[in-house]
């Protein structure tokens, strides 16, 4: 389970990362040139787990993945502020706006939506990989 869902997931990174540069605005994100240069990173990532990586390997991204992401997510929401997006940073105003490097990487309501989603789903999906299958696999 864990290499098919770092595969389909890194699929979607790279194409969030790729669309953002067109529609920075997507499903409410806030997604600036740097937010997609991390997408795509993420997506190689991922990718690379998901289709060239041992079993074991798979699990133990989806696994950090999923807590590194669940982490960024809930952490936006506890230090997120009401405000306005930093010239260069696309979106409305934000009632939790992160800004992690601002006018370069701010994280909104939504991306904090997202971010919790998808360390949950890398969570299940490595949690899912049982250690003793990983094993007879690698």
């Not at 969030?16 to 937010?35: C, K, N, Q, Y």
């Not at 939790?96 to 490097?101: A, E, G, I, P, T």
């Not at 969570?123 to 049982?130: D, V």
């Amino acid at each position: 389970m864990a290499k098919r869902v770092a595969t389909i997931l890194g699929i979607v990174f790279i194409l969030v990362g790729l669309v953002g540069f067109a529609a920075p605005g997507l499903l409410g994100t806030h997604l600036s040139v740097t937010h997609d240069i991390v997408h795509l990173l993420s997506g190689a990532l991922a990718l690379y787990f998901g289709l060239k990586g041992t079993l074991s390997q798979a699990r133990l991204f989806c696994i950090v993945f999923g807590i590194v992401y669940g982490l960024l997510g809930v952490v936006g929401f506890i230090v997120g502020k009401p405000g306005e997006p930093s010239h260069g940073v696309p979106g409305p105003h934000d009632d939790r706006l992160f800004k992690v490097l601002p006018g370069v990487l701010e994280l909104g309501t939504m991306d904090h939506v997202i971010h919790i989603a998808l360390g949950i789903i890398f969570l299940i999906a490595g949690l899912m990989t049982a250690a003793r299958a990983v094993h007879a696999h690698d």
